[in-house]
């Protein structure tokens, strides 16, 4: 277990066990430097719902995406807190990815707040109008929408 930095007597969201027990079976975990800082980008940039913050931890929804953030003083016993103080890339080579979010309005408010727009919009010969953007902390997200088919780059109709 890492280091708490919440003062004493400062109640938790909920304990770590119902957290754990409320999950979806799919949720992403990520190490963040700043809880505070991450949870406006989110709230701001990504519409989130912020279930809890504070400067260990954050528990927020993206769209139906549940996310935990957690500070990296929090993760101090772990392998890979060495490279997370010392700046190196977060999560390179993946790429979280959220279908049904208006990738124009993401990359709007992206630009509005400073983000890095890594991939402005495209549209994708696979259906998907998409936009990547990073989060404070370089982790990659993209938001993509699908194309009507009569629309799309190859002009398709789908069979009824």
């Known amino acids: ?10 109640v938790p969201w909920i304990p770590g066990f119902g957290c754990g027990a409320l999950l979806p079976s ?14 406006a980008f989110y ?22 995406a549940e996310v935990m953030l957690h500070a990296d003083h929090t993760h101090d016993g772990h392998p890979s807190h060495p490279q997370l103080v010392a700046g190196e890339a977060r ?3 993946a790429q979280i990815r959220l279908l049904g979010i208006d990738p124009d309005a993401v990359e709007a408010r992206a630009r ?26 370089g982790y990659e997200w993209a938001f993509d929408v699908l194309i009507d088919p009569a629309n799309g780059p190859f002009g398709l109709q789908l069979a009824p």
């Open 91 to 93: 999560g390179l080579g």
């Open 26 to 39: 799919l949720s992403v975990n990520l190490t963040v430097a700043d809880t505070e800082r991450s949870t």
């Open 43 to 64: 709230r701001d940039v990504f519409e989130a719902e912020i279930h809890y913050q504070n400067i260990d931890f954050a528990a927020v929804r993206v769209s139906s």
């Open 112 to 137: 509005e707040h400073g983000t890095t727009v890594a991939v402005p919009i495209v549209d994708k010969d696979h259906g998907w109008r998409e936009v990547v953007v990073h989060d404070p902390d």
């Open 1 to 10: 277990m890492g280091t708490r930095k919440r003062p004493d007597g400062t």
